[in-house]
Protein backbone atom coordinates (compact mmCIF):
# COMPACT_ATOMS: atom_id res chain seq x y z
CA UNK A 1 0.00 0.00 0.00
CA UNK A 2 1.40 3.53 -1.09
CA UNK A 3 0.85 6.37 1.57
CA UNK A 4 0.17 9.59 0.26
CA UNK A 5 0.61 12.67 2.16
CA UNK A 6 -1.18 15.75 0.86
CA UNK A 7 -0.60 18.85 1.83
CA UNK A 8 -1.97 22.19 0.60
CA UNK A 9 -1.09 25.48 1.62
CA UNK A 10 -3.41 28.20 -0.44
CA UNK A 11 -4.87 31.19 2.03
CA UNK A 12 -7.78 31.13 -0.10
CA UNK A 13 -10.91 28.01 1.03
CA UNK A 14 -12.40 25.53 -1.29
CA UNK A 15 -11.39 24.77 -4.82
CA UNK A 16 -11.62 27.01 -8.13
CA UNK A 17 -13.85 24.52 -9.94
CA UNK A 18 -16.28 24.48 -6.53
CA UNK A 19 -16.33 27.66 -5.02
CA UNK A 20 -16.18 31.01 -6.50
CA UNK A 21 -13.17 32.78 -5.98
CA UNK A 22 -11.75 29.23 -4.42
CA UNK A 23 -8.10 28.03 -4.83
CA UNK A 24 -6.26 26.81 -8.46
CA UNK A 25 -3.81 24.74 -6.34
CA UNK A 26 -6.29 23.28 -4.26
CA UNK A 27 -7.91 22.47 -7.02
CA UNK A 28 -5.27 20.60 -8.46
CA UNK A 29 -4.11 18.37 -5.32
CA UNK A 30 -7.53 17.61 -5.24
CA UNK A 31 -7.73 16.33 -8.64
CA UNK A 32 -4.51 14.42 -7.82
CA UNK A 33 -5.93 12.63 -4.95
CA UNK A 34 -9.51 12.08 -6.88
CA UNK A 35 -7.52 10.02 -9.78
CA UNK A 36 -5.53 8.19 -7.41
CA UNK A 37 -8.41 7.09 -5.58
CA UNK A 38 -9.85 6.15 -8.84
CA UNK A 39 -7.01 3.71 -9.82
CA UNK A 40 -5.98 2.64 -5.72
CA UNK A 41 -8.95 3.01 -3.46
CA UNK A 42 -7.24 1.34 -0.43
CA UNK A 43 -3.91 3.11 -0.73
CA UNK A 44 -3.30 5.87 2.72
CA UNK A 45 -3.87 9.75 2.27
CA UNK A 46 -2.67 11.69 5.02
CA UNK A 47 -4.28 15.16 5.07
CA UNK A 48 -2.62 18.51 6.18
CA UNK A 49 -3.61 22.15 5.48
CA UNK A 50 -0.96 24.27 6.56
CA UNK A 51 -2.97 27.03 4.57
CA UNK A 52 -5.59 26.96 7.10
CA UNK A 53 -3.58 25.69 10.01
CA UNK A 54 0.13 27.26 9.62
CA UNK A 55 2.67 25.33 11.81
CA UNK A 56 4.41 27.78 14.11
CA UNK A 57 7.67 29.39 12.99
CA UNK A 58 11.14 28.21 13.92
CA UNK A 59 12.93 29.94 16.89
CA UNK A 60 15.52 30.36 18.90
CA UNK A 61 14.37 27.46 21.13
CA UNK A 62 13.22 25.17 18.75
CA UNK A 63 16.77 25.45 17.23
CA UNK A 64 18.71 25.08 20.31
CA UNK A 65 15.99 22.09 21.33
CA UNK A 66 16.99 20.18 17.46
CA UNK A 67 20.70 20.59 17.79
CA UNK A 68 20.16 19.04 21.54
CA UNK A 69 20.79 15.19 21.23
CA UNK A 70 17.59 13.63 22.21
CA UNK A 71 18.92 11.93 24.99
CA UNK A 72 19.74 14.94 26.54
CA UNK A 73 16.68 17.00 25.77
CA UNK A 74 15.35 18.28 28.65
CA UNK A 75 11.25 18.82 28.93
CA UNK A 76 10.77 22.09 27.89
CA UNK A 77 12.75 20.75 24.72
CA UNK A 78 10.39 18.34 23.71
CA UNK A 79 7.33 20.61 24.07
CA UNK A 80 9.23 22.68 21.52
CA UNK A 81 9.49 20.05 19.08
CA UNK A 82 6.20 18.44 19.24
CA UNK A 83 4.61 19.80 16.18
CA UNK A 84 7.62 19.42 14.37
CA UNK A 85 7.78 15.67 15.54
CA UNK A 86 4.04 15.62 14.35
CA UNK A 87 4.77 17.01 10.71
CA UNK A 88 7.70 14.70 10.90
CA UNK A 89 6.14 11.16 11.52
CA UNK A 90 3.66 11.74 8.61
CA UNK A 91 6.14 13.23 5.93
CA UNK A 92 8.44 9.54 7.16
CA UNK A 93 5.14 7.86 6.47
CA UNK A 94 4.55 8.70 2.73
CA UNK A 95 5.77 7.55 -0.01
CA UNK A 96 4.23 10.59 -2.35
CA UNK A 97 4.10 14.20 -1.19
CA UNK A 98 1.21 16.01 -3.00
CA UNK A 99 1.84 20.03 -2.07
CA UNK A 100 -0.60 22.80 -3.43
CA UNK A 101 1.82 25.68 -3.59
CA UNK A 102 0.54 28.83 -5.03
CA UNK A 103 2.85 31.93 -5.65
CA UNK A 104 2.50 34.57 -3.33
CA UNK A 105 4.98 37.85 -4.37
CA UNK A 106 6.96 35.41 -6.45
CA UNK A 107 7.39 32.58 -3.77
CA UNK A 108 5.70 30.61 -1.69
CA UNK A 109 3.13 31.11 1.02
CA UNK A 110 4.70 31.52 4.96
CA UNK A 111 2.80 29.18 5.81
CA UNK A 112 4.12 26.08 3.93
CA UNK A 113 7.72 28.11 4.38
CA UNK A 114 7.14 27.36 7.97
CA UNK A 115 6.35 23.36 7.30
CA UNK A 116 9.35 23.01 5.67
CA UNK A 117 11.16 24.56 8.23
CA UNK A 118 9.86 22.28 10.45
CA UNK A 119 10.52 19.34 9.04
CA UNK A 120 14.33 19.95 7.52
CA UNK A 121 15.32 18.83 10.89
CA UNK A 122 19.16 17.63 12.08
CA UNK A 123 19.36 14.05 12.95
CA UNK A 124 15.77 13.22 11.52
CA UNK A 125 15.63 14.11 8.11
CA UNK A 126 19.31 15.27 7.42
CA UNK A 127 22.52 14.19 9.12
CA UNK A 128 25.40 16.78 9.99
CA UNK A 129 28.96 15.51 11.32
CA UNK A 130 31.58 18.48 11.66
CA UNK A 131 34.03 15.95 11.87
CA UNK A 132 33.20 13.96 8.90
CA UNK A 133 35.58 14.38 5.76
CA UNK A 134 34.09 16.32 2.82
CA UNK A 135 30.52 17.58 3.24
CA UNK A 136 29.42 17.89 6.30
CA UNK A 137 26.05 17.41 5.53
CA UNK A 138 24.23 14.57 4.03
CA UNK A 139 20.79 13.43 3.20
CA UNK A 140 19.01 10.86 5.62
CA UNK A 141 15.36 10.23 3.77
CA UNK A 142 17.09 7.56 0.90
CA UNK A 143 13.84 5.84 0.47
CA UNK A 144 12.41 6.99 -2.72
CA UNK A 145 9.73 9.14 -1.59
CA UNK A 146 8.19 11.66 -4.47
CA UNK A 147 7.51 15.02 -4.62
CA UNK A 148 4.95 16.72 -6.28
CA UNK A 149 4.07 20.61 -6.38
CA UNK A 150 1.27 22.12 -7.99
CA UNK A 151 1.03 25.48 -7.79
CA UNK A 152 -1.07 28.59 -9.52
CA UNK A 153 0.04 31.93 -10.28
CA UNK A 154 -1.60 35.18 -11.82
CA UNK A 155 0.84 36.25 -14.69
CA UNK A 156 2.38 33.90 -17.52
CA UNK A 157 5.77 32.94 -18.24
CA UNK A 158 7.40 31.27 -14.57
CA UNK A 159 7.83 28.25 -15.80
CA UNK A 160 12.01 27.39 -17.16
CA UNK A 161 12.48 29.23 -20.54
CA UNK A 162 9.86 31.63 -19.88
CA UNK A 163 9.76 35.70 -19.64
CA UNK A 164 9.67 35.70 -15.88
CA UNK A 165 11.34 32.51 -15.08
CA UNK A 166 13.63 34.60 -13.33
CA UNK A 167 11.21 35.52 -10.85
CA UNK A 168 9.57 32.06 -9.67
CA UNK A 169 10.99 30.58 -6.42
CA UNK A 170 8.17 28.31 -6.19
CA UNK A 171 8.79 25.08 -7.16
CA UNK A 172 12.69 25.77 -6.29
CA UNK A 173 12.07 27.03 -3.20
CA UNK A 174 10.59 23.68 -2.43
CA UNK A 175 12.44 21.39 -4.67
CA UNK A 176 15.78 22.91 -3.28
CA UNK A 177 15.62 22.02 0.43
CA UNK A 178 13.55 18.40 0.30
CA UNK A 179 15.97 17.81 -2.43
CA UNK A 180 18.42 18.05 0.55
CA UNK A 181 16.57 15.89 2.48
CA UNK A 182 17.01 12.88 0.02
CA UNK A 183 13.67 13.40 -2.27
CA UNK A 184 15.17 13.45 -5.44
CA UNK A 185 12.19 12.40 -7.66
CA UNK A 186 10.51 15.79 -8.15
CA UNK A 187 7.55 16.67 -10.53
CA UNK A 188 5.40 19.31 -10.82
CA UNK A 189 2.54 21.53 -12.86
CA UNK A 190 0.74 24.86 -12.08
CA UNK A 191 -1.78 26.82 -13.42
CA UNK A 192 -1.08 30.10 -14.95
CA UNK A 193 -3.12 33.52 -16.09
CA UNK A 194 -5.69 33.55 -12.99
CA UNK A 195 -5.72 37.58 -13.55
CA UNK A 196 -6.75 37.39 -16.80
CA UNK A 197 -9.94 35.19 -16.45
CA UNK A 198 -10.47 34.92 -19.91
CA UNK A 199 -9.54 31.82 -22.47
CA UNK A 200 -5.67 31.24 -21.75
CA UNK A 201 -6.96 30.77 -18.32
CA UNK A 202 -9.67 27.99 -18.98
CA UNK A 203 -6.45 26.51 -21.25
CA UNK A 204 -3.90 26.68 -18.45
CA UNK A 205 -6.15 25.18 -16.41
CA UNK A 206 -6.94 22.09 -18.98
CA UNK A 207 -3.50 21.78 -19.47
CA UNK A 208 -2.46 21.26 -15.49
CA UNK A 209 -5.10 18.97 -15.10
CA UNK A 210 -3.74 16.27 -17.95
CA UNK A 211 -0.30 16.96 -16.46
CA UNK A 212 -1.68 15.88 -13.45
CA UNK A 213 -3.30 13.00 -15.05
CA UNK A 214 0.57 12.04 -16.27
CA UNK A 215 1.81 12.38 -13.11
CA UNK A 216 -0.53 10.24 -10.99
CA UNK A 217 -0.17 7.67 -13.82
CA UNK A 218 3.70 7.68 -13.56
CA UNK A 219 3.95 7.73 -9.96
CA UNK A 220 1.41 4.74 -9.62
CA UNK A 221 3.55 2.79 -12.11
CA UNK A 222 6.59 3.93 -10.50
CA UNK A 223 5.51 2.61 -6.40
CA UNK A 224 3.54 -0.38 -7.78
CA UNK A 225 7.06 -1.49 -9.16
CA UNK A 226 8.87 -0.53 -5.91
CA UNK A 227 6.38 -2.53 -3.83
CA UNK A 228 6.30 -5.41 -5.57
CA UNK A 229 10.04 -4.93 -6.00
CA UNK A 230 9.97 -4.76 -2.00
CA UNK A 231 7.39 -7.77 -1.69
CA UNK A 232 10.35 -10.14 -3.39
CA UNK A 233 13.33 -8.76 -1.62
Not at 83 to 109: H, K, T
Amino acid sequence: MTTILHIDSSARPGRSDTRAHGSHSRRLTAKFIEQWRAARPDDEIIYRDVGANPPSPVTGDWVHAAFTKPEQREDWMHQVLAESDELLAELLRADVIVAGVPMYNFGMPAQMKAWIENIVRVGVTFGFDRSRDGVPYWPMLTGGKSLVVLSSRGDFGYDPGGRVAHLNHVEGGVFAPLEYIGITDQHSAAIEYDEFGDDRTQKSIADAEAKVTDIVVELQARHTQDSDVAMTA
